[in-house]
Nanobody, 118 residues
Framework: QVQLVESGGGLVQPGGSLRLSCAAS????????MGWYRQAPGKQREFVAQISRGDSTAYADSVKGRFTISRGNGNNTVYLQMSSLKPEDTAVYYCYGQSPAWGIRNYWGQGTQVTVSS
């Protein structure tokens, strides 16, 4: 059973930065995709960013130019660097991943809270 564990959330002022981490219990050397969704109170879960095979990346329009997703070097961790944070970025951020080495299902983490407030 693959486990994904998020960390790095917290309280930050508008305009500030945070880096989220998603540590996988299995190798991420070969992945189909790993990334982040978020869910704000009273709203549906929405796509944030993804890194795919070959390290191609995709972002939601709302975070383009402010967030960067990357893969660690040999540490089975995916990062989400968030800058110029806005109050509307406040949400629980969930990591997900899928690898042919893990089977056919998607795996999800438990989530980490990000709160942007002055």
């Amino acid at each position: 059973q693959v486990q994904l564990v998020e960390s790095g959330g917290g309280l930050v002022q508008p305009g500030g930065s945070l880096r989220l981490s998603c540590a996988a219990s299995e190798s991420i050397r070969i992945i189909n995709a790993m990334g982040w969704y978020r869910q704000a109170p009273g709203k549906q879960r929405e796509f944030v960013a993804q890194i795919s095979r070959g390290d191609s990346t995709a972002y939601a329009d709302s975070v383009k130019g402010r967030f960067t997703i990357s893969r660690g070097n040999g540490n089975n961790t995916v990062y989400l660097q968030m800058s110029s944070l806005k109050p509307e970025d406040t949400a629980v951020y969930y990591c997900y991943g899928q690898s042919p080495a893990w089977g056919i299902r998607n795996y999800w983490g438990q989530g980490t809270q990000v709160t942007v407030s002055s």
